[in-house]
């Protein structure tokens, strides 16, 4: 009896230990050719991808057991541990950028990110559920009051930089206004832990 996982991983083995010792094989001490770097970076989001991909079905499957255990509800881990842990990455890239002089990159990855994974994220989503159900008819999906002030938080805080930083700071946003948003992220939680109990 051969698991079905058995063969694809020692496929996966052997191939990675051909790319890396073609790696080292053909790679210049300064800098990798072209033909070489390009499939190498490829492979290595690849393999980026999968690790995030488990470790992520590991933290959400950590993250219901602790939810079971202290009885806290799903959404409340949802929108405080898993939110901050899936945020983390975004911070620190944001943070670096806006350090080295890119404020309108970590600026603009404020936006994408969260952006790529509502609509990317949701969109496949979706279509893995209709793919396992077998039929284009989903069961609907109801905005709860969480979600609700969660867009709100989004919009006020959209409109806030429209202003702040298109007419009245001429379009410099202050340092202050790190304020607003950390007063607009306590409200949005207190808000919706209110709605939850």
């Known amino acids: 009896y051969v698991d079905h996982f058995a063969i ?12 890396g010792l ?13 033909i070489v770097s390009v499939p190498t970076s490829l492979y290595g989001f690849f393999i980026a991808a999968t690790y995030i991909d488990k470790i992520a079905d590991l933290l959400v499957g950590l993250l219901q057991f602790l939810g ?3 009885r806290i509800p799903s959404t409340v881990m949802g929108m405080t541990v898993l939110a ?3 945020s983390i990455g975004d911070l620190s890239t944001n943070l670096a950028m806006a350090q080295k002089g890119m404020p309108d990159m970590a600026t603009t990855g404020c936006f994408a990110g969260p952006s790529f994974n509502l609509l990317v994220g949701t969109g496949v989503g979706f279509l893995m559920l209709q793919y396992e159900i077998g039929r284009s008819e989903i069961s609907p999906v109801y905005l709860t009051p969480t979600m609700r002030i969660g867009f709100m938080s ?5 409109v806030l930089i429209v202003l702040c930083s298109g007419i009245f700071f001429h379009r ?7 304020y607003v ?3 607009l992220y306590l409200l949005f939680t207190a808000m919706s832990l209110e709605t939850m109990f």
């Open 68 to 70: 079971t255990v202290g």
């Open 181 to 183: 948003l950390f007063a």
């Open 172 to 178: 410099v946003l202050p340092y202050r206004y790190s």
């Open 22 to 34: 073609c790696v080292l094989r053909y790679a210049e001490d300064d800098r990798l050719p072209l």
């Open 8 to 19: 694809p991983a020692v496929v996966y083995c052997f191939v990675s230990l051909a790319i």
């Open 84 to 86: 901050w842990g899936n």
């Open 154 to 158: 989004i919009m006020v805080n959209c």
